[in-house]
């Protein structure tokens, strides 16, 4: 099940770049993978023969990456969270450096229930750079 499965922050950030890279019927090409993750294709291999494991993703007979069911919905709520926490750590932080490193990592280290909860704690605040404060805008 969906709720109990556990992903490596590596998984997650695989994940998270074929949902972005999905455009209904025509799938993600390993090379858009390796391109947009700045990784190698046979890096891109292994991970998603370890995702279609996990019944995260299908390949068609050309090699085209598909989310199946349970992988969009899971991108979809890791994405938003990702969303949440990335924007948060910038505001924080400054810069993007290791940036989807940082964030997947948080990911990948709690329960996603337990992240979906922290984002909608974070989303409900708002960063005012002037007093570098959070303030609570609901």
């Known amino acids: 099940m969906a709720d109990t499965m556990t992903l490596t922050a590596t998984n997650i950030r695989y994940l998270l770049a074929i949902h972005a890279l999905s455009h209904g019927e025509r799938g993600v090409r390993c ?29 068609d007979h050309y090699g085209a990456i598909f989310l ?22 910038r505001s924080l932080l400054g810069g993007d450096a290791e940036l989807r490193s940082v964030t997947c990592a948080i990911l990948a280290s709690l329960p996603l229930e337990e992240i979906e909860r922290m984002c909608h704690q974070l989303s409900r605040r708002e960063y ?11």
């Open 128 to 138: 005012t750079a002037d007093t570098s404060a959070y303030v609570y805008t609901g």
């Open 31 to 59: 090379v858009d993978t390796a391109d947009a993750l700045q990784v190698s294709k046979p890096s891109v291999h292994m991970m998603t023969n370890t995702l279609r494991d996990l019944k995260l993703i299908r390949k």
């Open 68 to 89: 199946t069911d349970l992988g969009r919905a899971l991108s979809a709520r890791y994405s938003r969270c990702y969303d949440t926490l990335s924007a948060h750590f």
